[in-house]
């Protein structure tokens, strides 16, 4: 065995370097130049047919080249962009596509828009590009963004509320969660507090709800009275919240405005009651809705709009609201869908069904500052809101089924039109602009959220998750699917119908399934049809149910009680008076003759009574000490 030469495995590796060799010098240098790794080892490839081990790392160049090619897929084209005139004659220039630069630098293959309006304002325009997010068939009616611009929450008319999630979500574009705050009730207005922590949602119901950042419930308001007929005597809403948002001064308390005229002023820590009241009337002095509300900056001025377009201003203070003017015909022959005060807490803009848009100031609210006209609305919900900068107001346009609704952006100076993106929908109900990531959100009527941004003015928000590639299929996944939903067994549907499935179904599909089940809606039983007039499954055609109910109301029957006591003696008068057997036959020997006297005439009289006061009484009564009597 000691003689034995070990076996020689050098014809193996000859003329290829180590597997696990480390690079040389001027091949790491090479590497770091291109950006790249070490290069793979081919020797292993040769060997083993494959490089490394593990998930293969994606290079430096092959990121960047993915980066590039998803970010144009985002990229919006330049005819869906009109720009309007200026206020210079020089026109501004189209929104163009940067043309392709150096390897050296990458920034410049990236979207720009040059134009004079970039130039006045501070963030500039971020309509370049746009991420598609997908929340039902109905039209968005709420969105809201937190303060850092992280995470977005959506609402529609199909009652569900999602929560998206920017900073996790990639190219796929789904929701983290979806939620039902108030089942059968469309969302009408969302929106996030100072903090981030809390999400106020305003629904059809007449108590506005309060959830924290995952949808978590954290609070409810209590209903009013409907029977109080003065809405300002109730501790809550009687009617469907329309519009809500959060103090801008008290980090837990927030406005909402109904449909029964008032506008209340709510604490997250006392939810049975509001703490400032205050209410709307018409022309008339009648109840009429609100549709939209909102403080000033400072606090100090609610401003309500109605739904017989009649714009209300209020004045706030720590314990009451006081009613300070009103404009009945702000938007005369439509309703008023939104108002947005400016930084100021003077200015603010009004939108309304009408087609136009008004820009009010609040110490002089008979007439309006300026007015734009030509911009149609279809939903009262439409949105109005400025620029964080305040030199743009945006709102969106909307129509009947063949109508292509735009973003409209407006200069705050004049109110001319500066840009129109058209969105390819019938209608843009919501529109918000953050100001930390720099990017709109449109709540669109066709169910999706297209979110606007710019890949060079803009910063994090839909920018992260619109090159982030989505995670890739694991074979584990179609093996064992999803782990919360219910198993495909053919022999346990009338368990799956009663079990989680049944808690999917709507309020509605659930009491038509329980109508249909006789126990559990204690449903009588029906009367017997028989072919043979016989009864069947131990019960006969009689109205009792069971044979045991018949047996016993038998045995118990008594024929007597059907049948009159006077007509069964008077069938035997004849028969007693020609045999008088039962009474006179007995005494004929014992008893004297019957005599009447039919002469006397009875007196039906009653006997008189003794009158309670005696005439005779002074005389009985004792005279010096003798007693008079007759």
């Not at 009013?224 to 009687?238: C, E, L, M, R």
């Not at 093996?479 to 999917?504: H, T, V």
Request: hydrophobic share 35%.
């Amino acid at each position: 065995v000691g003689d034995k030469k070990p076996r020689d495995f050098s014809y193996l590796i000859k003329d290829t370097p180590i597997i696990n060799q480390a690079p040389t010098e001027a091949e790491q240098e090479a590497a770091d130049d291109d950006g790249l790794d070490a290069p793979p080892d081919a020797a292993m490839a040769a060997m083993m047919g494959f490089s490394a081990f593990g998930t293969k790392v994606e290079t430096a160049a092959e990121k960047q080249a993915r980066e590039i090619k998803l970010m144009e897929k985002r990229k919006r084209s330049s005819s869906s962009v009109v720009e309007s005139g200026t206020v210079s004659d020089k026109p501004l220039d189209t929104v163009s596509t940067g043309g392709q630069a150096d390897d050296d630098n990458d920034d410049e293959t990236q979207v720009r828009v040059t134009t004079a309006e970039d130039e006045q304002s501070t963030l500039g325009m971020p309509i370049s590009h746009e991420v598609t997010l997908k929340h039902g068939d109905k039209p968005v009616s709420a969105i809201a963004l937190d303060p850092n611009g992280s995470r977005l929450v959506t609402g529609g008319y199909d009652y569900q509320l999602k929560l998206w999630d920017f900073n996790g979500m990639d190219s796929a574009l789904r929701a983290f969660r979806t939620t039902e705050p108030h089942e059968g009730y469309p969302i009408r207005a969302l929106s996030f507090s100072s903090t981030g922590d809390k999400i106020l949602v305003c629904t059809g119901k007449a108590q506005p709800k309060v959830v924290d950042r995952d949808g978590s419930d954290i609070m409810e308001c209590l209903r009013g009275d409907i029977y109080i007929y003065d809405s300002a005597k109730t501790h809550g809403h009687v009617a469907l919240v329309n519009s809500g948002s959060w103090h801008p001064k008290e980090k837990n308390w927030f406005l909402t405005g109904s449909t029964d005229s008032t506008v209340r002023v709510w604490d997250v820590d006392e939810p049975k009651r509001s703490k400032l009241v205050g209410k709307c009337r018409s022309k008339t002095g009648r109840r009429v809705a609100v549709n939209t509300c909102q403080l000033s900056r400072d606090g100090k001025f609610l401003v309500a709009g109605c739904e017989d377009g009649a714009v209300h201003l209020f004045n706030v203070s720590r314990t009451v609201i006081r009613h300070k003017s009103q404009v009945q015909d702000a938007h005369a022959g439509g309703e008023v869908t939104s108002v947005a005060f400016a930084r100021d807490s003077d200015r603010f803009v009004s939108r309304g069904t009408d087609g136009t848009l008004k820009m009010w100031s609040a110490k002089k609210l008979k007439t309006p500052l300026m007015v734009a006209e030509d911009l149609p609305c279809f939903y009262n919900c439409t949105d109005v809101v400025w620029s964080p900068d305040e030199k743009f107001i945006l709102t969106g346009t909307s129509g009947p089924d063949d109508f292509q609704a735009a973003l409209i952006i407006l200069r705050a100076s004049n109110l001319e039109p500066a840009y129109r993106v058209g969105v390819g929908c019938r209608g843009v109900l919501r529109v918000l602009w953050h100001l930390k990531i720099n990017q709109i959100v449109l709540g669109c009527a066709d169910g999706n959220v297209k979110v606007l941004f710019d890949p060079v003015k803009s910063d994090l928000g839909a920018k992260l998750c619109a090159t982030r590639a989505p995670r890739k299929t694991d074979p584990l996944d179609m093996q064992f699917g999803n782990l919360n939903s219910a198993a495909m067994d053919p022999y346990m549907i009338e368990e799956m119908r009663k079990g989680s499935w049944m808690d999917q179904r709507t309020a509605g599909a659930r009491k038509a399934m329980q109508r249909k089940d006789a126990v559990a809606s204690r449903m009588p039983e029906r009367p017997i049809v028989s072919e043979r007039g016989v009864g069947k499954q131990g019960r006969t055609l009689s109205y009792s149910g069971s044979i045991s109910q018949y047996v016993a109301k038998r045995a118990a029957y008594d024929p007597t009680r059907d049948v009159d006591p006077r007509e069964a003696l008077l069938k035997y008068a004849d028969v007693a008076e020609s045999d008088p057997q039962f009474v006179n036959k007995a005494y004929l020997e014992t008893q004297p003759q019957t005599l009447y006297n039919f002469d006397e005439v009875q007196d039906d009289k009653p006997e008189e009574k003794k009158p309670k006061y005696d005439p005779d009484y002074k005389k009985k009564q004792h005279i010096g000490g003798y007693r008079v009597e007759e």
